[in-house]
Every structure is written in structure tokens, then in C-alpha cells.
């Protein structure tokens, strides 16, 4: 199970942290990553953890958005700062069971239920 949370709406250049918590298959190598739609559009990986601790951003998120994990509570972190407009939609948690190169959203098999997140300008 994938659980996400820490959602919200926001004004431009706000800040957002949002949390995944894995359970019920994780081990040390459990990969853990996030994901993003926004309306109309395909889902697009936007950062995630490697098994080897690699840490992988989407170039639009940068410099802005930093990606966390804490094995040992197989939780995962995503704090956005200087958040725009364009980074409005709707936020996913997946996991997979270990990362060693980028994968695309139909590679990772277990999904969260996404958290929205609104950025107004």
C-alpha cells in the first residue's frame, strides 16, 4: 500500500511538503519515487530515490523540489519550494522494488491515490 499526503493550494513561490508512506512489501532496496498529472495532460515522473540513493529530478522541478527517504520508516518526502502555476496537479507516490536507471509510469507497479496540489497565480 502507497499512501500519500501533504497536498494543498498554494500561492506562487509558496512552499509544499508531501509525504508517502509504503507499507506491506518494502524492503531496503524499495524504490520510491513521485509523479504528476495535471489536467489533460499525461503523467510525468517528477523525481525519485534510487536504490543505489541517487537522487533523479524532472528538469522543470530542479533547483526547486528536493526528494527524501527514510528507509527505515519507508517513507518518502517531496518538499517543493518556489512553487508555479505550472506544477498545479495531481501528485502521486509509487514504489517499485529498486531503482537503478529512470523508469516510466508503467514500470512502477504500485501506486498511491495522488494528493492535489493548486498553485495560483
Known amino acids: 500500500q502507497v499512501l500519500e499526503s501533504g497536498g494543498g493550494s498554494v500561492q506562487a513561490g509558496g512552499s509544499l511538503r508531501l509525504t508517502c508512506l509504503a507499507s506491506g512489501y518494502t524492503s531496503s532496496n524499495t524504490c520510491m519515487g513521485w509523479f504528476r498529472q495535471a489536467l489533460g495532460k499525461e503523467r510525468e515522473h517528477v523525481a525519485h530515490?534510487?536504490?543505489?540513493?541517487?537522487?533523479r529530478y524532472a528538469d522543470a522541478v530542479k533547483g526547486r523540489f528536493t526528494v527524501s527517504k527514510d528507509t527505515e520508516k519507508n517513507t518518502a518526502y517531496l518538499q517543493m519550494n518556489n512553487l508555479q502555476p505550472e506544477d498545479t496537479g495531481m501528485y502521486y507516490c509509487a514504489a517499485r522494488d529498486y531503482c537503478l536507471r529512470d523508469y516510466g509510469p508503467e514500470e512502477w507497479p504500485y501506486w498511491g491515490q495522488g494528493t492535489q496540489v493548486t498553485v495560483s497565480s
Open positions: 530515490v534510487g536504490t543505489d540513493g541517487n537522487l
